[in-house]
């Protein structure tokens, strides 16, 4: 199958975890993919290499997505690299946990700014060339916890619940424009982000997944390229969860 034949998707922050298996998976569906990392520089190398190998055009950007100007200027080059922009995956998150009484204003700013003012930043930048094309597919990151909320993470769930917001407002006022705008809530994924979860927790969070694990990267990966493709080109302003069922 070669779900994305033709496409050129933009996803953020994809040297590890959940972008890394999106920037995979798009590329052996046949996108020509262009992505960004920041302080993981090796393996964002490691992986434009990687990619190549699926035979179409691959490019890995080091590009600080929580910069206005630098998103804008990401976007440009994207366009001149690629010569159009289908698909933008904004996935680009960080956590910096902490009990409210002891956050930081450090710790809140750098979890919005990374989070939810990247999305602005990717999103607003990527709209014009979509526009002009008539077409486009945004997806965002989001989490069960910009749903649910969860103590410890006020900063991240507000971030990740902004997303949710956007995502619904882009939709509204570009669904006429065929851009379609669309959010992935991911429950417990297995990467470097819940790999400091210590084992007690890991276990009682298992449990109450209704499924009884914890999911792959892979999973949300196939949920993006759902998104992505145009088997969901009827499909806006919606969030759909990865998450064994966690919030049901
Ligand atoms: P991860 O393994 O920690 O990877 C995060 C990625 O974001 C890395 O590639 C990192 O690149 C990149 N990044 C961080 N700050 C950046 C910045 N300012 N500019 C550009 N790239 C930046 O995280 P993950 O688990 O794959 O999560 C991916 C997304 O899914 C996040 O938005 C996260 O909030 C969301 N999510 C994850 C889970 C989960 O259970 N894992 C659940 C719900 C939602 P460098 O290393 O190169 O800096």
Request: with cysteine.
């Amino acid at each position: 199958m070669s779900l994305l034949q033709g496409k050129v998707a933009l996803i953020t922050g994809a040297s590890r975890g959940i972008g890394r298996a999106m920037a995979r998976r798009f590329a052996e569906e046949g996108a020509q993919v262009a992505f960004t990392y920041l302080s993981s520089v090796e393996k964002g190398q490691a992986l434009e290499e990687e990619l190549s190998a699926f035979g179409g055009k691959v490019k890995g950007y080091r590009s600080d997505a929580s910069e206005y100007k630098a998103a804008e200027e990401l976007v440009n080059q994207v366009l001149t690299d690629f010569g159009s922009l289908d698909v933008l995956v904004n996935n680009a998150g960080i956590t910096r946990d902490g009990l409210l009484m002891r956050m930081s204003e450090e710790q809140w700013d750098a979890v919005i700014n990374v989070n939810l003012k990247s999305v602005f930043n990717l999103t607003k930048a990527a709209i014009r060339p979509m526009m002009k094309a008539k077409a486009g597919s945004i997806i965002n990151l989001t989490s069960v916890v910009g749903i649910r909320g969860n103590a410890g993470q006020a900063n991240y769930a507000a971030s990740k619940a902004g997303i949710i917001g956007f995502t619904k407002s882009v939709a509204l006022e570009l669904g006429s424009r065929n851009i379609r705008s669309n959010a992935i809530a991911p429950g417990f994924i297995e990467t470097e982000m819940t790999g400091e979860i210590n084992e007690k927790a890991l276990e009682e969070w298992k449990q109450s997944i209704p499924m009884k694990r914890g999911g792959q990267p892979d999973e949300v990966a196939d949920c993006a390229l759902f998104l992505a493709s145009d088997l969901s080109r009827y499909i806006t302003g919606q969030v759909l969860q990865v998450d064994g069922g966690m919030l049901t």
